[in-house]
């Protein structure tokens, strides 16, 4: 059984900065993709930002492009989402997902949908005031 272990968030202003952290235990991380996606009240859940194993391919939605950016720590087993110039648009719960293990007769693919992905954090908020 995958379980991802999700940490950061919290109540920040806007124009500030947040880093998520979601940790895939006793994996090697690097065989993985690796995503980010959000849910605010109401709303469906939509993707963020994804990373391709290996780190070779990244994606992400047009409205965090040049503002957020997912990068991993292999040997942390660690992948980040790092959000610069938080607006209260962001205010959603956060969710970290993988898919995999992929090796060298694979793809490199940086999934955008919910069915890319197999396994889910349990959610983080982030919150951010005008």
């Known amino acids: ?3 991802l272990v999700q940490s950061g968030g919290g109540s920040v202003q806007a124009g500030d900065s947040l880093t998520l952290s979601c940790v895939l235990p006793g994996r090697t991380l690097s ?4 995503a980010w996606f959000r849910q ?3 709303k ?3 993707f963020v930002a994804a990373e391709s194993w290996e780190s070779r391919v990244t994606s992400y939605a047009d409205s965090v492009k ?3 950016t997912i990068f991993r720590d292999n040997d942390k ?4 989402l790092q959000m610069n110039a938080l607006i209260p648009e962001d205010t959603a719960v956060y969710y970290c997902a993988a898919d995999g293990p992929y090796d060298s007769s694979s793809i490199y ?4 949908q919910i069915e890319d992905y197999d396994y889910w ?4 908020q982030v919150t951010v005031s005008a």
């Open 77 to 80: 087993n660690t992948v980040y």
């Open 31 to 34: 065989a993985w993709n690796m």
């Open 121 to 124: 954090g349990q959610g983080t």
């Open 44 to 46: 469906e859940r939509s």
């Open 1 to 3: 059984q995958v379980h």
């Open 40 to 42: 605010a009240p109401g």
């Open 66 to 68: 040049g503002r957020f």
């Open 109 to 112: 693919y940086a999934g955008r």
